[in-house]
């Protein structure tokens, strides 16, 4: 089992000679990362042939301010999915059992299964979670239950009372790993939110990343928050120097610009309002999304639908091949240009 990546733009610009692609295939920031987060990358540049040393400690301090935590319930991690490996590699045995919503991300199941550990997939209510399904599935032998908040690729998000009455009846001996990648996203003033679950005590795990609102995809960095001994426990995992020096000094500066992130939300914000709108008049079906992506569903031929738009230098992502969802295609927000050209290209497509 391999992770399907969306396809790049430069991919696109080699197989068809293309320029001026529009990429909303992958949940990246249309206006890139803060400006500090590159200014503070430069001038540690000529620092590259040096380790990491306290960059680890400043960033996790930096977090711990940031959450309203003490830094020993923080691990920093080479992006999200290396926090959620070392996790399948610490608490899973073979035989062992993990509880997985369909769809979801990949990495979910390929960690657990790298393990050893064996799946149990629950089935989705019109795309939506299950959550009297997911507590049912949970067994003698489940060790850990995943659940996306905002989900990836659906964009939907659960309500905290609805999240809490689903921990309720999680035997405390099952971990829950609330994957909040797209928390920075939300304004539903309903929605889940993890770090008030922390604060509870309960045992969840959230991991989030500085790959989506920060705009640090390429630099690879993820985080984790939770019980200060489970957090030891995945720290003690880690190999020396995990994460790059230059990619712990850029989230360091880009969590440091709280602008930048209202910025990107509120373009989000406002572009997944014109997207929901523009493309419900094609006559397509958008489910309500709170991430940075929107899914259309119940398309006849996606595949077909993905190979024109690509044809006219839009990527964006089926999600037959990289989540098992047949007829649905993941559209990720842009600028206010690039969503346009979406539109303009998927009208053509589609007539």
């Keep these: 089992m391999t992770y399907v990546a969306g396809k790049s733009a430069e991919q696109l610009r080699r197989e068809r000679g293309l320029e001026g692609i529009v990429k909303l295939g992958s949940n990246e920031n249309p206006l890139g990362p803060s400006s500090k987060a590159i200014a503070a990358v430069q001038l540690a540049a000529g620092d590259m042939h040096r380790y990491p040393d306290v960059e680890l400690g400043d960033l996790r301090a930096a977090l711990a301010a940031h959450l309203g935590f003490d830094p020993s319930r923080i691990v920093v991690g080479n992006g999200s999915c290396d926090i959620l490996m070392i996790l399948s590699r610490t608490m899973l045995r073979p035989g062992d059992e993990v509880v997985i919503s369909h769809p979801a991300f990949l990495m979910y199941e390929i960690s657990a299964r790298l393990a050893g550990a064996e799946i149990v997939f629950v089935e989705p209510h019109d795309y939506a979670y299950d959550l009297d399904a997911m507590a049912g599935a949970v067994g003698e032998r489940t060790r850990i239950v995943y659940v996306t908040?905002?989900?990836?690729?659906?964009?939907?998000?659960?309500d905290r009372d609805d999240l809490a009455?689903?921990?309720?009846?999680?035997?405390?001996?099952?971990?829950?790993?609330?994957?909040?990648?797209?928390?920075?996203?939300?304004?539903?003033?309903?929605?889940?939110?993890?770090?008030?679950?922390?604060?509870?005590?309960?045992?969840?795990?959230?991991?989030?990343?500085?790959?989506?609102?920060?705009?640090l995809a390429g630099m690879r960095v993820g985080y984790g928050f939770g019980a200060p001994e489970l957090i030891a426990r995945l720290a003690a995992a880690q190999?020396?120097?995990?994460?790059?020096?230059?990619?712990?000094?850029?989230?360091?500066?880009?969590?440091?610009?709280?602008?930048?992130?209202?910025?990107?939300?509120q373009v989000n914000a406002e572009g997944r309002a014109y997207l929901t709108e523009q493309l419900s008049s094609l006559g397509l079906r958008v489910l309500s999304s709170q991430s940075n992506h929107v899914?259309?569903?119940g398309l006849d031929d996606a595949a077909a639908i993905d190979d024109g738009l690509q044809a006219r230098g839009v990527i964006v992502r089926p999600t037959e091949a990289s989540f098992g969802l047949a007829g649905c295609i993941r559209v990720t927000i842009g600028t206010r240009d690039e969503n346009e050209t979406l539109l303009r290209a998927l009208a053509e497509v589609l007539a």
Excluded: C, M, W
Aim: charged share 20%; hydrophobic share 45%.
């Design 165 to 215: 009455r689903f921990l309720d009846r999680i035997p405390a001996s099952v971990l829950v790993v609330l994957d909040e990648a797209y928390h920075e996203f939300v304004d539903s003033p309903d929605a889940a939110d993890g770090r008030a679950l922390v604060s509870e005590g309960r045992n969840v795990l959230v991991t989030r990343s500085f790959s989506k609102i920060y705009g």
């Design 295 to 297: 899914l259309i569903v």
């Design 149 to 158: 908040n905002p989900n990836n690729p659906t964009g939907l998000a659960l």
């Design 239 to 265: 190999p020396p120097f995990n994460t790059g020096r230059q990619a712990l000094i850029a989230a360091l500066a880009a969590l440091g610009d709280q602008e930048h992130v209202e910025r990107s939300r």
